[in-house]
């Protein structure tokens, strides 16, 4: 079972709403049996301590005269009081003069001697003032003449017309608490469409974007309190959150067309990188052969070179001895001619 913390926002709002409403007619019919209670027991009272207060005006003759009879007639009129259940009259010294008991004959005195009292009946510690108890209310009250106490006036009145008036009072707050109970329900209804509903709204727009990534979902507003500007507030987030998202989404485009040219770029420059070994592996072929050529090319200069030097020594050989004949033939030649001009 989860808890009340864990349950929907619609039952938070339903329980709470049914609560207040049970608690506020609890109060208030605790409030008005209160004040009613309080009301009747003043307004009884009040009642007795006048009916107390005549009684006693009525009976100050029987009381001065001894004359008890008398004074249970005075009594006996009380019949027309309902709640009344008892009214007695008793001397200075406690003794009970006079007896007045509801749905009873008014018993009638014995008088053996001169005017003495019906009932030898004494009731000690007899003061003036209010009790209540479960069942009744006791009210005494001093009868004056001329300034001086000659009695107590006690009347016992049933509280049978409060209990009445508090079991109407029952019916009136059970019914009352049923029609709570509706209009809570209703008015809970009322606060699931104006509080429950946009706060659930939202719940499951949040949801929905959560699962599906989709920013360009909106929350509906529904009014300029709160709540409204809670909406305001999100949707506006999302606004933000969209357009960082499309902002993102073209860096990541534009980050993968450069991935792609750097991927194409990468297997060209593999290509060239695979032409430029094998270039540079015909150049290291080509390399050696020409060092090699290069090499007899050397040693065949070096052999002409050589056989240049010889041919040019040879011929300046060739060249010297020519000039050695040339001249010995020029000495020959001026020889000859020495000779024919001797001759």
């Not at 027309?80 to 007045?100: N, W």
């Amino acid at each position: 079972m989860t808890s009340f913390r864990d349950a929907s926002i619609r039952t938070k709002i339903t329980v709470l709403t049914v609560l207040m409403g049970i608690l506020l007619l609890v109060l208030t019919a605790g409030a008005f049996v209160v004040i009613e209670v309080r009301s009747f027991r003043r307004g009884l009272v009040e009642q007795l301590t006048t009916l107390a207060d005549v009684i006693g005006t009525n009976s100050t003759g029987a009381i001065s005269f001894g004359d008890p009879q008398t004074a249970e007639q005075t009594l006996g009129a009380l019949r027309a009081v309902s709640p009344l259940r008892a009214a007695e009259i008793y001397t200075p010294e406690g003794q009970l003069f006079a007896r007045y008991l509801a749905n009873a004959p008014i018993a009638k005195p014995q008088t053996a001697q001169a005017n003495s009292p019906p009932q030898k009946e004494v009731r000690e510690g007899l003061t003036a003032g209010v009790s209540f108890t479960e069942a009744d209310v006791e009210l005494v009250r001093p009868i004056v003449l001329d300034g001086n106490p000659i009695g107590m006036v006690v009347l016992r009145s049933d509280l049978s017309e409060l209990y009445g008036r508090l079991r109407w009072y029952t019916i009136i707050v059970a019914t009352l608490m049923i029609s709570g109970l509706v209009i809570a329900f209703l008015l809970s209804g009322i606060l699931q469409r104006m509080l429950a509903e946009p706060i659930i709204q939202l719940a499951e727009v949040t949801s929905i974007i959560s699962r599906e990534r989709n920013y360009t979902l909106r929350v509906e507003k529904r009014g300029d309190d709160e709540l409204g500007r809670l909406v305001d507030g999100f949707n506006d987030m999302l606004g933000q959150v969209h357009m960082r998202d499309e902002q993102l989404q073209e860096q990541r485009q534009q980050l993968e067309n450069q991935l792609a040219a750097l991927h194409t770029g990468a297997e060209t420059l593999a290509s060239s990188l695979d032409q430029l070994g094998q270039f540079l592996a015909a150049v290291t072929t080509s390399s050696a052969a020409t060092a090699s050529s290069v090499n007899e090319t050397a040693s065949t200069v070096e052999e002409v070179k050589q056989a240049t030097y010889v041919a040019h020594r040879q011929a300046q050989l060739c060249i010297d001895v020519s000039n050695v004949g040339f001249h010995w033939c020029l000495i020959l030649i001026s020889r000859a001619a020495s000779c024919r001009s001797v001759r």
